[in-house]
């Protein structure tokens, strides 16, 4: 049979039983948000963009490309375009994830270095990590300023989500916190693309 695949965050929303984003090319939400309405199971499927995860709490089973044995605590996860992915869950999620597409991407010149800047975007490197419970505030902190942007009243308010996604993925990286995780070779990322980056975001 077929994988399904959905080909916007608007479809994948609308087949996993959540409400339908403000924008349709990026999305933001928090786990609790979802749990009384998302299918509890969903079988093996597909879908065409990039999403970053913190699962606080939370049982039951994921799948995320070739990775289905998640660590025991609080998680990082990323999925990439036309990775693989289920779940089996109890609905007591706590956490957040943010999504967003390609056409998202293109809003801003510093996206076209995205995959070259933090390569655990890219499908072979997407590997979820434990995080500590000091690196967890901070992560929580930064889903929860994104949120609150996203469901602002701000004209620009998804200008200032692209600059805060940037901020977000550089944490990870700069903080060693995927380095740290022992999954990712340090030596992926030169000196030189660690300090360009920090020129490239908007402060």
Request: proline fraction near 4%; charged fraction near 25%.
């Amino acid at each position: 049979t077929e994988l399904k695949n959905f080909k916007t965050i608007s479809e994948y929303s609308k087949g996993i039983n959540i409400d339908t984003p403000k924008h349709p090319h990026f999305d933001i939400l928090s786990f609790e948000e979802n749990m009384t309405t998302v299918h509890r199971e969903m079988p093996s499927f597909r879908h065409e963009f990039y999403a970053i995860a913190i699962k606080a709490e939370g049982d039951g089973k994921a799948q995320t490309g070739g990775f289905t044995d998640f660590p025991d605590d609080t998680v990082v996860f990323f999925n990439t375009p036309f990775q693989i992915l289920s779940w089996d869950i109890v609905p007591n999620w706590k956490g957040f994830y943010l999504m967003f597409g390609e056409d998202f991407m293109a809003q801003s010149i510093v996206f076209i270095d995205l995959l070259r800047w933090f390569p655990f975007l890219k499908m072979e490197e997407s590997v979820p990590f434990s995080i500590s419970g000091y690196d967890l505030k901070k992560i929580l902190n930064i889903y929860q300023n994104i949120w609150d942007e996203y469901n602002g009243s701000a004209e620009d308010k998804f200008n200032i989500n692209l600059s805060s996604i940037l901020k977000y993925c550089y944490l990870l990286r700069s903080n060693g916190l995927i380095f740290n995780s022992g999954f990712l070779r340090k030596e992926t990322i030169s000196n030189k693309s660690r300090n360009g980056i920090c020129d490239k975001i908007v402060e």
